[in-house]
């Protein structure tokens, strides 16, 4: 882990910037804590995807049975990055509190910095953020291993046949999908690491946490050529506008689409 001069290593507060709302500054970490903190997400989840769920499989029968152990295994990594952020927020402010968890993870809504307006009509901007995300799933993939991927599962007549009036997995996969762009990844990259990455990182903080994004889908890396482009839907605009829900939102409109699919299946 690479490690930096110790006026950097501080967990320190910095000054906001000019284009930032007038708000308590929050600590920012150092290079150490934030590999640290990328690692204690990244490396149970891969862990959970490559080791976990293909021996949780065992205890399934049928075709269905390497996916179920995925989504299971990949739903508990998600709850566990929850979990971690709930208990650095309130190592780091002493408390739980909506008030101050909202301020702590930017769970507010966007501001301009230009007008310093917030919210209204700067909600807007989700709509072409949202039609970015969704031409990116047009572009060239690389190859998904045998019986990870849940879409094309999805897709087979195994796929719909287990699902089929299956309203109890269709709770899990719900868990799994509000934990992933709601409670998980986002709360974790864009409510907790990007507002404090500044102090190391300046104005490109936005890059390295896309960078951080990217590298820490080793649970699927197949997928990590189109989430690297993300970076510009979902770090940017939550670092321009001071809001984690602006990724929260962009990053969720895959799980509405996904949970309609779903849904469908199950309602046959």
């Known amino acids: 882990m690479t490690h930096t001069t110790s006026h950097a290593n501080r967990d320190t507060p910095t000054a906001p910037s000019v284009t930032e709302p007038a708000r308590t500054p929050l600590p920012q970490y150092s290079l150490a804590r934030i590999l640290g903190t990328w690692a204690a997400a990244a490396v149970p989840m891969a862990a959970l995807a ?35 952020v709930m208990v650095l927020i309130r190592r780091e402010q002493g408390s739980l509190r909506w008030a101050v968890v909202k301020e702590a993870l ?8 230009r007008t310093g307006r917030q919210g209204g009509k700067l909600w807007l901007v989700v709509i072409p953020l949202v039609l970015a995300v969704a031409a990116t799933e047009v572009l060239p993939s690389l190859p998904v ?19 089929a009036g299956n309203w109890a997995w269709f709770a899990v996969i719900l868990t799994m999908l509000v934990f992933n762009t709601v409670l998980g990844e986002e709360l974790l990259f864009r409510g907790l690491l990007l507002p404090r990455m500044q102090g190391r990182f300046g104005r490109w903080d936005w890059v390295a946490n896309g960078v951080l994004f990217t590298a820490y889908h080793l649970h699927v890396p197949w997928a990590m050529p189109r989430i690297v482009l993300d970076t510009f839907v979902l770090a940017y605009p939550s670092r321009r506008y001071q809001s984690a ?24």
């Open 50 to 84: 490559w080791v976990v769920a293909p021996w949780l499989a065992g205890s399934f029968e049928g075709s269905s049975a390497l996916p179920r152990a995925i989504i299971l295994s990949l739903t508990a990594g998600l709850v566990w990055q929850f979990g971690i």
């Open 106 to 113: 930017w769970l507010r809504a966007p501001h301009s910095p």
């Open 145 to 163: 291993p045998a019986g990870r991927d849940l879409g094309v599962f999805l897709d087979s007549p195994a796929g719909q046949h287990f699902l």
């Open 245 to 268: 829900l602006v990724g929260i939102a962009v990053h969720s409109a895959q799980s509405v689409v996904f949970t309609a699919l779903v849904l469908a299946l199950v309602l046959r």
